[in-house]
Every structure is written in C-alpha cells, then in structure tokens.
C-alpha cells in the first residue's frame, strides 16, 4: 500500500526523516501507520507494477514501531 506524508504534518514530526527511519527499512519488524484512507483513481496502471491497490495512506499521521511487543511512537525514539 502506498503511504505519504505531508510537508504540514511532517513539520511537527522531526523523527519522519530518512537516518531516522531506515534502520527498520527490510528488517521485518513491524511499522504501523496511521492516517486518511484514501482512494486514488489516478494511479490505476500502476496497480500491479509498483503498487498493489489503488488505495493509500494520505496523509500519514503517526508512524510506530513494533519494539519489545509494544508500539512505539516514532517521535519518542532515539
């Protein structure tokens, strides 16, 4: 599924940034996001290619990790 984030919302997130968030990038520890389930009807020849649905997170509100068996905001990590 796709998932973006916003320039707005992304200003109060400071943890939202690449060296951040990487290290969980192919590492099967499970993210959750949370934000606008919305339907994307322009998008619909990439289902299949690079996309699965044409449905997307947008915008994203709040991004977790899995850590211990207990979400964590990723605002809260180091």
């Not at 984030?5 to 109060?12: F, G, I, W, Y």
């Not at 947008?58 to 990590?77: A, C, F, M, R, Y």
């Given at each position: 599924?796709?998932?973006?984030?916003?320039?707005?919302?992304?200003?109060?997130?400071?943890?939202?940034?690449?060296?951040?968030?990487?290290?969980?990038?192919?590492?099967?520890?499970?993210?959750?996001?949370?934000?606008?389930?919305?339907?994307?009807p322009?998008?619909?020849?990439?289902?299949?290619?690079?996309?699965?649905?044409?449905?997307?997170?947008?915008?994203?509100?709040?991004?977790?990790?899995?850590?211990?068996?207990?979400?964590?905001?990723?605002?809260?990590?180091?």
């Amino acid at each position: 599924m796709i998932a973006e984030t916003t320039p707005r919302v992304r200003q109060n997130h400071p943890n939202w940034n690449v060296t951040k968030l990487t290290p969980w990038k192919g590492t099967g520890v499970p993210v959750r996001l949370s934000g606008w389930l919305m339907l994307d009807p322009e998008h619909p020849d990439a289902v299949g290619k690079y996309r699965g649905t044409i449905w997307e997170i947008h915008p994203v509100t709040k991004i977790e990790v899995q850590q211990n068996g207990t979400w964590v905001d990723s605002d809260s990590l180091q």
